[in-house]
Structures are given as structure tokens and as C-alpha cells.
């Protein structure tokens, strides 16, 4: 028996068989019916329709015969397929080339044989389309003409059945990737006559419109009804003019869902004139409500932020200023009002113009030193006074500071200057300071000795006369040393005494003996009282007089009087003393002066003829609360001589030993400064508060003793804290020991003087954030680090979505395995380390056997529930060290290092056959799957990745070759 030869072209023509996926496919009429005519035609029992693969003929179509295919090696239409003329044995008996070939022994008895080669329009013989018969015979010329014409109708639908294939596969995945667009793909028809519908939409339109896609495709009516009734108009305008000019159509407009909800949508279409006269739209639409809220809400802020600056007391202003910022003296951007009081100067003769522009050279030359010393050190410039000589001649004092604001690579883009207006505040605390100096002056002066002490008798304050009294110089009076000095006989006496006092929070009375180190016994008569602040007791104030004197003189006494008189008329108070019967028995000069009182005709007057009836009624509960013993302080607002004036009152009752309430001692002081100044700063601080509170970023104050003392809302958003339990407590406290480990170094530095700024993760109230944080340093004038600042953004989902598109990048969809860029990548990186150690490297080409029949017959879900098996399957059989990776389809690469021998990677090639033929079930469905595998084994350092894979695809098609279900390996 004669075996036919193998074509020149074999693995081309395997590869054009292979391209059409018609091996193995169950029968279809158009192929039957061309085998049943050319049957008929030529008049024999048996006609066939046969494609030869590399080692088996299959029948596609077949009459008069059962099986579906015969080996390649004894088949006549592995002769055929040698030639493009017809192949004609009219006796096979009678032929030495096929008397003892087993179709002609055996079933089906073969004698006579004609077979036309399918020839493809490239130019490959595939198979044949032949005709058999049991008896001799020959064909006419008539029939050989209709039997080549019979076999070039096979390849056709061959071809036809491929093109509609490639083109459903087209179509499916243009569909798939219009339904998972975010929005909706639509064609939108304007007929001749006016009338609309939209022949195509996907999915989305359900979502963007809440209309089916089904039911506007005749009338678009369901569509325009959803259009919000003020966007209506400017729509089918602007629908009209695109219609007409053939331009562009875009649009932003308003639809109205079935729930009432309000959407903003974007369309964007181009048109097209249809033969008819109608216009055929080809576009997109997506809903953009949150981008449109996103908008609106960025504009609110920026206006927000607009008016907070220009309504902020302290002036602002910034400019840019860029690398040669210190030359061109920069360009304004803001300058609020608060800047136009201080300076005088216009924010319209400001904004866009430079330092040169705005001031005198002299001054434009100090700002430009500040700029350049901002652009060289990006750290803020603070002058704690500067005197700003306005145009109306006048001058006041500033404290300006300057800070960068850098861009995106750090460099310093813009300057941002606060300048606050100190010079009433200097000069207040300048008469403060005078104020101190003359009481203290006055106390020293006094006759009296007076002092202040704690709860627990404990003195903090002693004046000279005091000191003289007790026999104490210098600090010896102060914290309990003053007891030292009382007589020894007297020292129980007063202890008990005080001590009493200060349990029941009543006034301290009593005589007792000091005596000196030079023997000698001052007399003295002591009086505490209790100082109140909100009805809570913080300590006491009192005097000492030296009676010792004043018993044998009366003179003295007067004298001592007319000082006391001279005290309270300079003491910068009002000081009085009221009786029992609310009549006011003594008062000082400044009564007179703050009421406009004649003094002496008032003193002996009861409280409601001295003062107005609304006066009276304002201190008539704390008169009485003092009559009746307990000591009341409180703050008022009064109207004196047109101006409203805040005082601190303070009511100290006048109790003898025996408990007799004998009246009350009044002091008043004026407390306006610092309550305007109170009033000015918290509402500074609730401006300042409001906006830390709602910026998007968790801030922090720590002081130099890692205490907080500072936290916005968001920081205890995240935290799920509150101020009232982090206030004074240390960092570790607040964000736990491990936190705080991680950023002890960072706090450390930050308190030494350091600028940071770095990126830490941070498990917060049950969430995992990623945090860009920044730590700025407190630095007081002097170059003491008093605390830092710290601010943290969360930058958790820009760091997620920048991982997920670099996965998605790298990795295959579907399977998870690297995907062909990434598998040429790590492939050209696996040669780059062969070079260096010497090692050989394998790559492995795999596909799924008969897949093409798989998805066809189960589904394309199905088919990817194979692929992703496939795929666990051969990454659970190689090591760990090795690559496997998806270059499309059902083709799969693993790459192979540390080899020693082809061996080695034939004996995985050997156990990925095994592991793919054990069994496959898929819900619940048992599957047959098999793999062929084409070796490339490399000792030759100079290939590339491209190179190693065409060779491993070329095993692979021997192995397919081979009959499927093995490997083929070779050496390059």
C-alpha cells in the first residue's frame, strides 16, 4: 500500500485549516446538501465532504457511510489534497498503490474513488469533496465539471460560515462594550416628516433616562417626555440647527426620573443625511449630576472663601512671585480690606501690579528682600513690628508675616502675607505695664501689709510693709514661712483660726504677736477675705495692720486713716463700703468721677436714691446675697458719660467674730479692654474653628511637651474622639503606642525645628486610611519651638485606584494572570538574569484542545469558566519561581527558569498534560479537557522574548500535529 505524501506547505495549511474552526462541528444543512447533490450528480451511494488534519481524516458531511473518520495514512484524500485537478482511481483492486489499503479489504469496500481538492482562495487544499463507489466505473466529463464546481461552493461556505462567525463575535463584543460603558451609545433618527426614535440604544438608557431601550425604538416621545420642561425648547433648538448645518451636537440638560429625582446629562452626537432626507445621530450621553453638584459646590466654596478672606480683620494679601519674583517684586492676586485700612491703599491700585508699582522704593525694596529670602529659604518671614507710614502722614505698627505656598515640584509659586494691625495693642499693653508698676508701687507704699493666698493659707504675694510687719525680708514671708514669725503663744490659735476660715470659705479675723529676730513684738490685726471666681473659692486677699502703734497714738491712727483714704482714691477703682441698710457709708474719688456724683452728698444714701432705678435692679440680688454673708462677684455693663464701659464687681461682706453681718465692701474695676479684647479673639477663633472644622483635613496643635492642646472635627471624625478626651493629653494617649511609635521620630524632629512631610498608613475608628501628613514647627520669635502643627489628608482612594490601574495594566481580566505585555516584560527580564547566571530558560505554549467546539457547545460563560480552571490548574502545577501568563484566547505562556537540561522542562510539560486531564466538573456538568504544549528550550543567550515564543508556537503546532494531548519540545 502506498502512503500519500505530505504537502510542502503542511504546517501553513494546517494553520489556514485551524483559522476556519470547522474540525469536530456538529453537521449543517449547507454542507449536507452539496454531499447529497454531488451523490446524486455522479450517481454513487457514498459522497463525502472530508478535511484532513495531521493525522486523521474527519467528514464534515457524509452520505451512504456512518463513521466519522478515518486515519490520515490510508486515506485517498491525502493523495487528493497533492494536486488542484481532480483525483480519479476508477479501480482500486486493479491499482497497486491501494489493492491492500484496508478500505478496499474492508468496509466500506471501496473499488471506485473521485475526490475535487477544497482549495481555499490563499491557495491551501484542506480536504476534498469525493464520491465512492463498491464497482469500477469512471466519471464524465460533465460530472468532474460538476463535482469541481461542487467542491469550490464547499469552500465558500467554509469561508462565508467563518466571515459570519468573526463577524457575530464582532458584534457581541461591540454590544458588550456598549453595556458596560458608564452611560449610553444611541443612534437618533429625524425622519423626513419630523418624527424621531432612536433604531439603536444600549442598556444605558435605562439608567440615564428610565425609558427601556425597547420602547423607543419607533418614538423617541418617551425620551423627550423625561426632558425637564425648562430644558425642552433650547434642546430641540439646538437638535434643529446640528440637523440643519450637519455640525456637532452637544448639549447639557435636565431630565426628571419616575422617583421625582432631578438628573444633569451630557450629550454629544455627530450627525449624518440619510438618503431619504432625514438625519441619522451617532452619539454618546452620560449622566453628570455629581460632576455638576461638584461644581456648584466648588464655586460656593470659593465664593465662601471670597468673603471669608474680605471680611477676615487682619489684612491679606498674596501674589505671585515664581523663580525671579525677588526682581519683578511678584504680581498681586488678593489684597482684602482689612489690608486697604492698614496701608491706605486701594485693592484696585493693588491687584496685578508688583512691589516697584504699588510702593515708595524704599519700601518695595524691604519686600523684595523678603521675597527673595521666601524664594531662598521657603520658610516663613515674620517682622514683629514694622511701622507702615500711611499716605495721610500717620503711622502704625504692624506685624507681618509672610508665608510660601510652593507648587508641585516645592518651588515657591506664590507668597501669602497676613499683616495685623498691633498698635493699639502695644500701647494697651504698654499702660498695663504702667498700670502694674504704679499698684505695685502703691502696694509697696501702703501702711498695711498685703498679701495674697491660696486655699490652704499658703501667701503668693507680699508687699514691704508686710515684711516690715512680720520681721521677713525678701521671699521668707511667702508660701507658709510667715508663720514661722507669730509668737509662739499665738501660733495654735491662728492656725486654728485659718484653718477654719478656709473650710467654710468665710473671712479670716484676728490679732496675734510677730516677733523679730531682734526680740521685738509687733501687734498686728489680720483680715482675709475669700476671693471668689463663678462662686468657687481660688484663695484668699488680705492685710495686716500694725496696731502697736495705733494704740498708743491716735494721732497715728488718723494719719494711717488718711493714707488709707489716699490708697483708695489712687487705686485705679471704684472702692466702697455699704451698711446693713444698704446705705453707702464710704466711697472713693473715682465714684464721683464714673457716676458724676457729688461724693458728699451721697455718702449716708441708701443704694436706690444713689443709684438709677435700672442700676439698682441690676445689683439688688448680689446686695443681698453679700448682706446676707456670702461674698458675690460679678461683671456689668453700664452707660458712662456715652460710652459703654464692662466692670468686675466684687462684694466682700464685713462679718465680726460673733457672724454679725455689718455691711459690705464694694470693689469695682474697669474691665473694658479686656473684654473687647475677649470678644475680638473668640470671634477669631470661632472663625478660625468654623474653618478648621470643615476642611477636609485632619489639624492638630501639639505642644512642646507632645500634649495636645488643638483638634479639628475631622481629626475626631476619624478618630471617633471628641475635644473634651484628647485636651491636654499626650499624643500617645490620643493615637495609641503603636501610632505613635511610628511617629515618634517625626514628632521628635518636628520639635527640633524640621519641616515634614511624609506618607503613613493609619488605622482609624475601624478604617484603614492611607495619610499624607504634614508637620510644621512652632517657632516663637526668639527661635524657641513652642509646639507644631500638624495637618493629614486622606489619600486612601487616590492610592487605590492608582494600584488598581497599574493591576489592571499588567493582569489579565479574567484570569488574573499577567496579561501579553506584562508575560514580554518578565520574559525579557527572565533572559536578562539567564545571561547572568548561565541558566538555561524554557517557554511553554499551551492551548486548550477543541476549545473552539467547548464554547460553541456549552457557551461563552462556560468557555471562561474553563479559562480561569485552565489557568489555576497551571499555576498550581508549576513552581512558585516560574511565570504563567494569558496571551489571548485559549493561548497560555509559562515561563521557565533555573533549568538544567530540556528534561527538566519536559518533565513539567509532562505533569501540566496530567494535571489538565484530571477530571473537570462546571456546575455540576463533567467536562473532558485536554492541553497540547509547544517547548522552546534556550541555551543561546541572544534570543529575545519575541523570538522564544514563535519558537514555542511552533512546537505547539507540531504537537496539535501529533494528534493533541502531548508535548512537542525543541532546542534553539
Not at 44 to 60: N, S, Y
Amino acid at each position: 500500500m502506498q502512503h500519500s505524501a505530505i504537502p510542502t506547505d503542511e504546517l501553513l495549511r494546517l494553520r489556514a485549516l485551524y483559522r476556519f474552526g470547522i474540525m469536530d462541528t456538529e453537521a449543517e444543512a449547507e454542507f449536507d446538501d452539496i454531499t447529497l447533490l454531488a451523490s446524486s450528480i455522479c450517481e454513487t451511494p457514498i459522497a463525502l465532504i472530508t478535511l484532513l488534519d495531521a493525522g486523521r481524516q474527519w467528514f464534515k458531511s457524509k452520505v451512504g457511510l456512518r463513521v466519522n473518520e478515518t486515519a490520515r495514512n490510508i486515506s485517498f484524500c491525502g493523495h487528493t489534497i497533492l494536486d488542484d485537478a481532480i483525483f480519479e482511481v476508477p479501480d482500486a483492486h486493479a491499482d497497486p498503490r491501494f489493492d491492500d489499503n484496508p478500505l478496499v479489504t474492508g468496509a466500506p469496500n471501496l473499488r471506485f474513488y473521485a475526490g475535487a481538492p477544497l482549495i481555499t482562495a490563499d491557495g491551501y487544499r484542506l480536504g476534498a469533496l469525493c464520491v465512492i463507489d463498491t464497482v469500477p466505473r469512471a466519471l464524465t466529463q460533465k460530472q468532474r465539471s460538476a463535482l469541481e464546481a461542487l467542491s469550490r461552493q464547499v469552500v465558500r461556505q467554509l469561508e462565508a460560515r467563518t466571515v459570519s462567525h468573526e463577524h457575530r463575535q464582532a458584534l457581541a463584543f461591540i454590544h458588550k462594550i456598549a453595556e458596560r460603558v458608564p452611560g449610553m451609545i444611541y443612534q437618533y433618527r429625524r425622519r423626513p416628516d419630523g418624527s424621531t426614535c432612536f433604531p439603536y440604544a444600549s442598556q444605558g438608557m435605562l439608567a440615564v433616562y428610565g425609558v427601556a431601550p425597547a420602547a423607543v425604538i419607533d418614538d423617541a416621545a418617551a425620551v423627550l417626555a423625561m426632558v425637564h420642561p425648562d430644558d425642552v425648547d433650547g434642546m430641540l433648538a439646538s437638535i434643529a440647527a446640528s440637523a440643519a448645518d450637519l455640525t456637532p451636537w452637544q448639549r447639557e440638560y435636565r431630565v426628571r426620573h419616575a422617583d421625582g429625582t432631578v438628573h444633569w446629562l451630557f450629550g454629544n452626537a455627530l450627525p449624518e443625511r440619510e438618503s431619504d432626507g432625514g438625519v441619522l445621530w451617532h452619539g454618546f450621553i452620560t449622566d453628570i449630576t455629581e460632576q455638576k453638584a461638584a461644581a456648584l459646590a466648588l464655586q460656593g466654596s470659593q465664593q465662601f472663601l471670597h468673603t471669608l478672606i474680605e471680611n477676615l480683620p487682619v489684612g491679606v494679601f498674596s501674589k505671585r512671585i515664581g523663580p525671579d519674583g525677588a526682581e519683578t517684586g511678584g504680581v498681586f492676586e488678593v489684597w482684602n480690606r482689612a489690608a486697604e485700612r492698614m496701608a491706605g491703599i486701594r485693592a484696585v491700585d493693588v491687584i496685578g501690579r508688583t512691589n516697584r508699582e504699588v510702593f515708595d522704593p524704599k519700601a518695595a525694596q524691604l519686600y523684595s528682600e523678603h521675597d527673595r529670602k521666601l524664594l531662598d529659604t521657603k520658610a516663613p518671614v515674620t517682622v514683629p513690628v514694622y511701622p507702615a507710614q500711611l499716605k495721610d502722614g500717620t503711622t502704625r505698627l504692624l506685624r507681618m508675616t509672610t508665608l510660601p505656598l510652593l507648587d508641585a515640584d516645592g518651588n515657591v509659586e506664590y507668597s501669602l502675607g497676613i499683616a495685623e494691625d498691633i498698635t493699639d495693642l502695644l500701647q494697651r499693653t504698654q499702660e498695663l505695664r504702667q498700670r502694674r508698676a504704679e499698684l505695685q508701687i502703691v502696694n509697696d507704699a501702703s501702711p498695711l501689709g498685703l498679701f495674697n493666698a491660696d486655699i490652704h493659707g499658703a501667701l503668693t504675694y507680699v508687699n514691704r510693709s508686710f515684711e516690715v510687719m512680720c520681721g521677713l525680708n525678701g521671699d521668707r514671708a511667702l508660701d507658709f514661712g510667715w508663720r514661722q514669725a507669730i509668737h509662739p503663744d499665738d501660733l495654735e490659735r491662728v492656725a486654728t483660726g485659718w484653718i477654719a476660715a478656709t473650710a467654710r470659705g468665710n473671712r479670716y479675723e484676728g490679732e496675734f504677736r510677730y516677733i523679730h529676730p531682734d526680740g521685738q513684738i509687733v501687734l498686728v490685726h489680720a483680715l482675709a477675705a475669700p476671693v471668689l471666681v463663678d462662686g468657687r473659692m481660688t484663695g484668699f486677699v488680705g492685710t495686716i495692720d500694725d496696731i502697736t502703734a495705733r494704740r498708743s497714738s491716735e494721732i497715728r491712727l488718723l494719719e494711717n486713716e488718711r493714707r488709707l483714704r489716699m490708697i483708695a482714691d489712687n487705686v485705679p477703682a471704684l472702692i466702697g463700703y455699704i451698711d446693713a441698710q444698704e446705705r453707702l457709708q464710704f466711697c472713693n474719688v473715682h465714684y464721683g468721677t464714673m457716676f458724676d456724683l457729688d461724693i458728699a452728698r451721697i455718702i449716708g444714701q441708701k443704694l436706690d436714691t444713689v443709684f438709677s432705678a435700672e442700676q439698682y435692679a441690676g445689683m439688688a440680688p448680689h446686695v443681698a446675697k453679700a448682706l446676707a454673708g456670702q461674698p458675690a462677684s460679678f461683671e456689668r455693663a453700664i452707660r458712662a458719660k456715652d460710652r459703654e464701659v464692662f466692670q468686675q464687681v466684687e462684694y466682700v461682706p464685713d462679718i465680726d467674730a460673733a457672724g454679725t453681718v455689718h455691711g459690705f465692701y464694694a470693689l469695682v474695676t474697669d474691665v473694658t479692654a479686656r473684654r473687647t479684647a475677649e470678644r475680638s479673639l473668640a470671634d477669631s477663633e470661632h472663625r478660625l474653628r468654623t474653618i478648621a472644622d470643615n476642611l477636609p483635613v485632619a489639624i492638630t496643635y501639639i505642644d512642646d511637651r507632645q500634649h495636645m492642646r488643638f483638634s479639628n472635627a475631622t481629626m475626631h471624625a476619624w478618630t471617633g474622639t471628641t475635644p473634651e478626651a484628647v485636651l491636654d493629653r499626650h499624643v500617645r494617649d490620643v493615637v495609641g503606642e503603636t501610632l505613635y511609635e511610628e511617629r515618634r521620630d517625626y514628632y521628635q524632629r518636628a520639635l527640633a525645628g524640621e519641616r515634614l512631610e511624609f506618607i503613613k498608613q493609619a488605622n482609624h475608628f475601624q478604617q484603614h486610611r492611607t495619610l499624607h501628613a504634614t508637620f510644621i514647627p512652632d517657632v516663637s520669635d526668639d527661635g524657641h519651638v513652642r509646639g507644631l502643627f500638624t495637618l493629614s489628608s486622606d489619600i486612601t482612594k487616590q492610592q487605590e485606584i492608582e494600584a488598581e490601574l497599574r493591576r489592571m495594566a499588567r493582569f489579565d481580566s479574567l484570569t488574573g494572570l499577567p496579561n501579553r505585555s506584562y508575560l514580554y516584560e518578565s520574559l525579557d527580564a527572565a533572559i536578562e538574569r539567564g545571561k547572568r547566571t548561565g541558566s538555561p530558560i524554557a517557554v511553554l505554549f499551551l492551548d486548550i484542545d477543541h476549545f473552539k467546539t467547548i464554547n460553541d457547545t456549552l457557551g461563552h460563560r462556560k468557555g471562561d469558566l474553563v479559562l480561569q480552571e485552565f489557568a489555576a490548574r497551571l499555576a498550581q502545577t508549576v513552581r512558585t519561581t516560574d511565570t504563567v501568563g494569558r496571551l489571548g484566547g485559549d493561548e497560555f505562556v509559562i515561563v521557565l527558569e533555573g533549568l538544567k537540561t530540556l528534561a527538566d522542562a519536559e518533565h513539567i510539560a509532562g505533569k501540566i498534560l496530567q494535571a489538565v486531564r484530571k477530571p473537570w466538573v462546571l456546575n455540576g456538568e463533567r467536562l473532558r479537557v485536554t492541553t497540547s504544549v509547544g517547548i522552546a528550550f534556550s541555551t543561546d543567550r541572544a534570543h529575545c522574548a519575541t523570538d522564544l515564543i514563535g519558537h514555542a508556537d511552533a512546537s505547539l503546532y507540531e504537537a496539535k500535529s501529533a494528534g493533541r494531548n502531548v508535548f512537542c519540545a525543541r532546542a534553539c
